[in-house]
């Protein structure tokens, strides 16, 4: 099980959950879980979206495994200077 | 002057890294003979120059280019019909109109046509004789205007994201983004102190030396080969490829020695034009940026407005900070509101608060990145109520501080938890440093601020060869801005064990090496790094099966030491690098290996920063006199470099906070686009800033490296401002802190207190 958090802006979409357990070993497994809980969460994290795995902040990681009992934030995708 | 945070664990001997040899392209530099955007010269070459919207806000409704064409010596006219429709997502669309307009200009500088002549005098000429009439549109400059209700619209279909619901009108607002923690009514009625206060910064430019230059030469086969100057010439590749409906593998880019970047060469404005420029007249075609050009229509960084109330207790802890902020976008939408609010309060663990930001777009150039895009604006708004804080509570700014400051495992307001920083570092740095204690003079004040970027990691490529002689040769495609050459030859040198001097790092073109992301986010050192030392590992491992041939053994009992294949138990006099490399073509012929990577391991950066200035109570004039910053390198793997990299963040930031603004008339047109009336800080204007390496390392880079480049920008305009209010008793809330300003808060209070 990994646990989910959501940011202030999509709690729009969860009911107001703040986080959630889910069973998902990788982003897209986890995208796929997410959406058919909440509907539009996919396409809502489907572009400029970067995905933190404990901690660690990661851009295009879809294909990313997600160790057990991680957690996962999601983040608007960055530009450095 | 460097500090580790555990000798015992931070000098683990190595003989390359963290020295400080000349940097590779040294020699080229100071002799002139580097090339740089506007250096290339090619036989037939055209020269450009672009057609510019002299409107904040207008309809296009014709263009004439007859009397141009007709001009002897005319080879090419070019306008938003030469290209196609735009394309992709919004973004790239926006980014296609950005390039040229079409049905409309957004702001003053927008291209509208590019004509290429035999010389640029005939190009000018043909630029006047283009006929282009307008539809004058009422315009919006600030986010207030933009925001009002009624204003006039950018975008006839903007609809603002981030509501729920969706808005059903559009407007200029592009965005809005949340973040948000625990109960915030509970937090203020914990607090002791609250300060409530409202910021707001000018659009300020990267300011970097270099103009924009690019040279096109377009040949019959429908391909292009493009020199130019840039922050990552495989993103202007690609951006390219958008605006001008290519394959990007039609283009060919080769990297330009680059006069400074900041984030402002991270994006395309020239290529595109000279490509179809090129490719309509047959012949090379150079376009080169005046500098009004420069400031007019290339992304400076958002002004802002932002509002803050943050509250503490007596124990100095604060309880509660409610954020409303605004960026502009400038033409298009796409300020760093998101990163401005992820970071605003990252330095510090506070368990109630609300930060609401909105990206808003106005009749001014597009915003591009710059150092830390987004950081300083809110910064300079939470590090200045911060101060205030402190001081109404009777606490030391920097106890204050680290009473407040995030650690590994907490977390950030963002949302996840921090790794390993070294936050809690810079601020010990600065508050052991003697500067923190030393006395001051009349008329002057001391202030401190902290600041906080994510950096990045991204997609690198490296090729490492080894040559017949035993040198080696490392290709990136990395443009190199801050001393990358150094320092991936370092850690290629230490990688093989073999002298600095031996190893030739070079930066490739989009057809050698493969791709690399822009140079900016502070990743270079770390994300390339990565990539150079994966390869060199990977040509070690060569080596080593090679010596294992050679000598008839198991590769296990070859072990590879000080730039030489061993065996294990000394039975075989050892094999150089030279010795394996002569020998390559009986082991299985010549020695190279790559590696591409999506960088992982990313170090969060902190720095803090002291300031001390003197202001003239007659003028409002500010002068510096003593700055020391302290920041968290992890491994500095170049000292000289990364010293370069904080006190250049500082230096910029001063100019920020001190003099740098674009002014605008009220017909929306910019009133200083030149370095005589956009006054950045040169030499002479400042004193030495004391750079103090701090060394964290990062647990998630080889050599512990995290990204030096940007978050010396973050602290100083609160640093700066805090000081000024410690020297003058007046709190200033509107940058820059310029001397009319000043002195008018001196003579006639400010409207903070």
Known sequence: MVRVFFSAGLRSLTGGATDIEVEAGTVKRLLAELDARYPGMAERLSEGTAVAINGEIINDALYEPIPDGAEVHFLEALKGG | MTIADD??????????VGTRPIRPDGFEKVTGRARFGADLMLAGMLEGSVLRSPHAHARITSIDTTKAASIPGVKAIITGADFPEPAGNPTDQDMCRNAIARDKVLYEGHVVAAVAATSKRVANQALAAIEVTYEVLPHVMTVDEAMAPGAVLLHDNMITKGVDPAPTEPSNVASRVVYQRGELDKGFADADVVVE???????????????????????????STVWCSSQGHFAMRAYSAKVLGWDPSRLKVIPAEIGGGFGGKTTIYLEPLAVRLSQKAGRPVRLVMGRDEVFKATGPASASKVKIKMGANKAGEITAAELWMAYEAGAYPGSAIGAGSMTALAPYNIPHFIIEGFDVVVNKPRVYSYRAPGAPQSAFAVESVVDELAHKLGIDPIDFRLKNAVEEGMQAPYGPKYQKIGFRETLEAIKNHPHYTAPLGPNQGRGVAAGFWFNAGMNSSAVVHVNEDGNVT???????????????????AEEFGIDYDRVRPLVADTEQVGFNDVTGGSRVTLATGAAVVEACRKVIADLRGRAAKTWDVPVEQVEWVDGQAQHVDGSQPPLSLAAIAKGWARTGGPISAAASLNARGVGAGFSTQIVDVEVDPDTGHTQVVRYTTAQDAGRAIHPSYVEGQLQGGVVQGIGWALNEEYVYRADG??????????????????????????????????????????????????????AVAAATGQRFTDLPLSPPRVLDGILNGTDAN
């Not at chain 2, 990136?476 to 030859?489: C, L, V």
């Not at chain 2, 009336?677 to 004391?690: F, G, H, Q």
């Not at chain 2, 750079?691 to 920008?713: K, L, M």
């Open chain 2, 474 to 492: 490392v290709v990136t495609g990395s443009p190199d801005i801050g001393g990358s050459r150094a320092s991936m030859a370092l850690m290629a």
């Open chain 2, 197 to 223: 206060r409202t910021f707001t910064t000018k659009p300020v430019h990267q300011g970097y030396i270099e103009p924009h230059a690019a040279v096109a030469d377009t040949t019959p086969d429908g391909r």
């Open chain 2, 669 to 722: 047109t910019m009133d200083n686009p030149s370095f005589l009336d956009y006054r950045i800080p040169v030499a002479s204007d400042l004193p030495m800033i004391d750079a103090v390496i701090v060394e964290v390392p990062n647990p998630g880079h080889p050599y512990g490296v995290r990204g030096v480049g940007e978050v010396g920008i973050v602290p100083p305009l609160a640093a700066v401002a805090n």
């Open chain 2, 7 to 16: 000798p015992a664990t931070t000098a683990p001997g190595y003989k390359w």
